[in-house]
């Protein structure tokens, strides 16, 4: 993708600049417009984050690999997110595969305590010293709706 990038004698209002980047982010990213046009009519605004979202569409994902992503026009990214820090290791990091790969046939969440979390929960304590119980939760939402009750405690 070329895009043009101004300079100080670049005669072009911002209005054309931004016009041509647009054009340009467009004319590269079909299969992402079309994935998001889908998306839109069984999602409110195309996404389950709002986050992801920037006009006129987001860009599709379709692989990551360590820091990359590639989305769904076969370019590659830099992902300088890694999902807000819950990748630390990069995508599909091979450890974090294997580990995955090994657990999945003995299940993946359970209504009811099992050995695993139990497991990770004396790692988490045993490593920071401020920590002294574990909650897990499935949200940022059930965190705080835990956490509320205890700080008031």
């Given at each position: 993708m070329a895009v043009h990038v101004p300079s100080?004698?670049?005669?072009?209002?911002?209005?054309?600049?931004?016009?041509?980047v647009l054009a340009d982010y467009r004319a590269s990213s079909p299969r992402s417009a079309a994935l998001h046009a889908a998306a839109r009519r069984v999602m409110p605004g195309g996404d389950t984050r709002t986050v992801a979202f920037h006009a006129p569409y987001p860009l599709a994902v379709a692989d990551g690999q360590g820091c990359r992503i590639q989305d769904a026009d076969g370019r590659t990214f830099i992902d300088l997110l890694n999902n807000y820090t819950s990748l630390i290791?990069?995508?599909?990091y091979p450890a974090v595969v294997a580990a995955v790969a090994e657990h999945l046939p003995r299940g993946t969440a359970f209504p009811a305590p099992n050995e695993t979390q139990t497991r990770l929960a004396e790692i988490i304590v045993g490593r920071v010293a401020s920590v002294d119980l574990v909650r897990f939760c499935n949200s940022g939402t059930e965190a705080v709706m835990n956490s509320l009750p205890a700080a008031r405690a």
């Open positions: 100080a004698v670049d005669s072009r209002t911002r209005s054309e600049i931004e016009a041509d290791h990069g995508h599909g």
